[in-house]
């Protein structure tokens, strides 16, 4: 029983301990083609980690996060996740490396032709061997995650936007991921909505125990639920820093990361 309330205060600690490293990179180069994006990137997410990918626009932010889901192979150096070597390893391996992981893309899309809950079965009828019954139950029970109980006929057209980003969430999370990966998740909600997903995005994150990626340029999430971070800039193509983004608010040396999180409200 005390374990709950222990890993309820690791969660919401900036003073993290027994940290396990999840993701390690090394020595990263990433490049379309001839033409370099970022180099020279060396960072550890940590397990339980909500982990923030900031920079500027272009700077490489959902580049990086090709490479860590293994979409895009690096031009050089290693992506490892839980010790093993991803690039490096045999595609079965990484096969099933790539099942631990829970996707929502920046275009993040639904299919519009497919019910929510449609939507949410999909990977679980593709990847698992679960009879129809079940699919349903856990449909039920994501959708329930998400605050969307009783939308599961719904088509994604006839449901708000913020509620959208929601059945994204909810169909990241269908095969219960060890780590869950945003792109840019508020773009485009109100702020009131953007408030609600940080929050459920905390709440998710502190009961699966998960290990959250998000990519982000907006300060007000990345306050709320980083607590670890790398900065890309895109002028010196390399990370400036990483670590907890409030420390780095407030101490970094470094005038870019100062001025990018010290920013006036716009
Ligand atoms: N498929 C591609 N082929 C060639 N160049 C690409 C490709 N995708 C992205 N780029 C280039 O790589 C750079 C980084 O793009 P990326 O989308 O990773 O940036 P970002 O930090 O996510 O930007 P934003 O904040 O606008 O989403 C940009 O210069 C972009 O033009
Ligand atoms: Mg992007």
């Known amino acids: 029983m005390t374990l709950l309330s222990e890993t309820h205060q690791e969660n919401t600690a900036v003073t993290r301990q027994n940290t ?69 390893a045999p595609s079965a391996q990484q096969e099933e490396i790539k099942r631990r992981f829970g996707v929502m893309f920046q275009a993040g899309a639904l299919w519009s032709s497919l ?48 509620m959208q980003k929601r059945a994204s969430l909810a169909r990241a999370m269908a095969l219960d991921p060890e780590i869950l990966f945003f792109d840019e998740p508020s773009a485009g909600l109100d702020p009131i909505s953007s408030v609600r997903l940080d929050h459920l995005i905390l709440e998710l994150s502190h009961s699966l125990g998960a290990t959250v990626v998000v990519v982000t340029h907006e300060l007000a999430s990345i306050f709320t639920i980083g607590n670890n971070s790398v900065f890309l800039d895109a002028e010196s193509k390399t990370m400036l820093t990483t670590g907890d983004p409030k420390i780095l608010r407030d101490e970094s040396h470094i005038p870019q990361v100062r001025s990018f999180l010290n920013r006036g409200e716009i």
């Open 20 to 88: 396990r490293p999840h993701i390690e990179v090394h020595d990263l180069t990433m490049a379309y083609g001839d033409y370099i994006i970022q180099r020279n990137l060396n960072f550890t997410i940590n397990r339980g980690d909500i982990f923030i990918i900031m920079g500027g626009s272009g700077c490489g932010k959902s580049t990086l996060m090709k490479h860590l889901i293994g979409l895009k192979p690096p031009a050089k150096g290693d992506v490892l996740i839980d010790k093993q070597n991803f690039w490096k």
């Open 115 to 162: 019910t929510l809950a449609e939507n949410i079965a999909l990977p679980l009828g593709e990847y698992t061997r679960l009879p129809k019954k079940e699919i349903a139950e856990v449909v039920e029970f994501k959708l329930a995650l998400v605050g969307l109980a009783g939308f599961e006929d719904f088509y994604p057209s006839q449901i708000s936007g913020g």
